[in-house]
T-cell receptor, first 114, second 111 residues
Framework: SAVISQKPSRDICQRGTSLTIQCQVDSQVTMMFWYRQQPGQSLTLIATANQGSEATYESGFVIDKFPISRPNLTFSTLTVSNMSPEDSSIYLC???????????FGPGTRLTVT | KQEVTQIPAALSVPEGENLVLNCSFTDSAIYNLQWFRQDPGKGLTSLLLIQSSQREQTSGRLNASLDKSSGRSTLYIAASQPGDSATYLCAATGANSKLTFGKGITLSVRP
């Protein structure tokens, strides 16, 4: 298994500002992902965080709105830019040791945009 | 495009009952299927992973089965307890480890 921490655990932000969420894993992993869970909904994949290169975004998500960094095999950040109330969600990172291995999730960051 | 369905959306049972949670998926070309538990306001806890070549996996009172040909998976919970109350999500793993989630089943076990 993997132990994953996320910072911050929650935040309340003003419309038009940006928030950077950090994800730290206790061991090196090949795969890291960012998901969004909107209120009352299931999880939707935002992007795959690639170490040392640009993230791979899913349909409906763009780099200008959700820039992602992954400088090494244990750390990644997701920035939610120019926030609006529609961005209020729980943001979760997940990791897998290798492709198609079991995925583990962080505790999530609960974001409220006012 | 993979679609994962979990029905019903909510379930309430008395303590001690054995129960089955259903999950169906449209694309049988999956690498594996995972079941997760999510408590209110929390992240996801991985419960069981079934590889595409496997038929079932067991962990304690939990047993998950997978039938790729019919696009179905079930999570069996034996002797349910109030502490089992949570939302249970299934997720199918596609290419590049991408998970497609169902909407989850919110389980309430009444004492």
């Amino acid at each position: 298994s993997a132990v994953i921490s996320q910072k911050p655990s929650r935040d309340i932000c003003q419309r038009g500002t940006s928030l950077t969420i950090q994800c730290q894993v206790d061991s090196q992993v090949t795969m890291m992902f960012w998901y969004r869970q909107q209120p009352g909904q299931s999880l939707t994949l935002i992007a795959t965080a690639n170490q040392g290169s640009e993230a791979t975004y899913e349909s409906g998500f763009v780099i200008d709105k959700f820039p992602i960094s992954r400088p090494n095999l244990t750390f990644s950040t997701l920035t939610v830019s120019n926030m609006s109330p529609e961005d209020s969600s729980i943001y979760l990172c997940s990791v897998a040791k290798e492709v198609s291995y079991e995925q583990y999730f962080g505790p999530g960051t609960r974001l409220t945009v006012t | 495009k993979q679609e994962v369905t979990q029905i019903p959306a909510a379930l309430s049972v008395p303590e001690g009952e054995n129960l089955v949670l259903n999950c169906s998926f449209t694309d049988s070309a999956i690498y594996n299927l995972q079941w997760f538990r999510q408590d209110p306001g929390k992240g996801l806890t991985s419960l069981l992973l079934i590889q595409s070549s496997q038929r079932e996996q067991t962990s304690g009172r939990l047993n998950a089965s997978l039938d790729k040909s019919s696009g179905r998976s079930t999570l069996y919970i034996a002797a349910s307890q109030p502490g089992d109350s949570a939302t249970y999500l299934c997720a199918a793993t596609g290419a590049n480890s991408k998970l497609t989630f169902g909407k989850g089943i919110t389980l309430s076990v009444r004492p």
